[in-house]
């Protein structure tokens, strides 16, 4: 279950909501539930995973 909601929030942060309502919007108590959950799975933030996806399909 953990890991759909991670997935979900991944879908979401390609886009431009704060990380906090993508937090809510995927079952999270918070923003800090969310990034404390996303760094156990994939070993970033989802501020440096936004980064990282953004500058990756830029042209």
């Not at 759909?4 to 079952?27: E, K, M, N, Y």
């Not at 070993?43 to 953004?54: D, H, I, K, N, V």
Request: glycine content about 10%; aromatic content about 8%; charged content about 20%.
């Amino acid at each position: 279950m953990l890991r759909a909601r991670i997935d979900h929030a991944t879908a979401l942060l390609g886009g431009d909501r704060p990380v906090a309502d993508i937090a809510v919007a995927c079952g999270f108590y918070d923003q800090a539930a969310l990034t404390r959950a996303f760094g156990r799975l994939t070993g970033q933030t989802p501020a440096q995973f936004r980064r990282w996806s953004r500058g990756r399909t830029a042209p």
